[in-house]
């Protein structure tokens, strides 16, 4: 199952054994990891339309701040056995998917979030 | 007092302008970021976590002019503050802005901690939302906007739909 698929069951159920162990008990830190995550392949989506489109973009990492208690729980994450450490990495601050992913699944992924992930707003 | 929604103090007069690192209220003071996240510090409990929150980057800040605030989410002048998920949205020169990033980061809050979106969206979510805007404007001596929780409930009955939106 594509990674997308089980970042949006998290996102709805926040049971993190739908993306396997992790040693980080901080739930807040984990949704924040997953919502960084989907909105980053949301875009990435937006971007590869763009490309499509003829416009000057270019897909690009998700940039971490290592300042942030979040992001070092997600480097972290990538350093266990999981989903995530699965298909993603972080080089100097950077996560993206790791050079042995196709190309195929990361446009499933970014596809899937683009789809899925539609968080709604609250106004006021 | 204007109507502004969640609530703040309507529409301000005056210009402003994006500054490179930092935001100019209507009352043309400047203000950094983290001048307005200490503003933040030690007035509630909540207010605080808050401004922790932003701090660590559990909390996104996004404060945006006036124009770019209701193109990007296609609403009008009424509304000042906007939360998406952990995510919130407000106009840099509200006359408002330190209880808008409260009114708003409650809602993140309520996000991070779990609180299904229908509940956050209701009028439970907003009434969270008012009342820590609340007990924030009065721990800091910043104009009040309702005389007691009874008229701010009236508030969110009247102008809010029950399941949520409005």
Known sequence: ?124 | MGAGFHGGFGATKGSSKLLKNGYQKSDGRDYTREQLLNFLDGKTAQSSEIADKIRKGNIKLNVLGDELFEKAFGVNHDIVGIAIDNKIYLRRNSASLYSDIVHEGTHAMDFLRGVPFESVSSWDGEIRAYIAEHHFQKASGLAIQFNSEDELKVHVWSNYKKGGKR
């Open chain 1, 1 to 124: 199952m594509n990674i997308a698929y089980k970042l949006i069951e998290y996102y709805k159920t926040r049971e993190v054994k739908v993306l396997g162990s992790f040693s980080i008990d901080d739930t807040q830190n984990i949704m924040v990891i997953v919502t960084e995550i989907l909105s980053w392949l949301k875009l990435e989506r937006k971007r590869e339309v763009w490309l499509e489109q003829g416009r000057r973009t270019k897909n690009k990492p998700l940039e971490l701040n290592m300042n942030y208690p979040w992001c070092k729980d997600l480097a972290k994450i990538l350093e266990e056995d999981n989903s995530l450490a699965e298909v993603f990495c972080i080089n100097d601050n950077f996560l993206d998917f790791k050079s042995e992913i196709s190309k195929d699944y990361i446009h499933e992924s970014r596809v899937v979030a683009d789809e899925k992930y539609n968080p709604q707003m609250i106004i006021g």
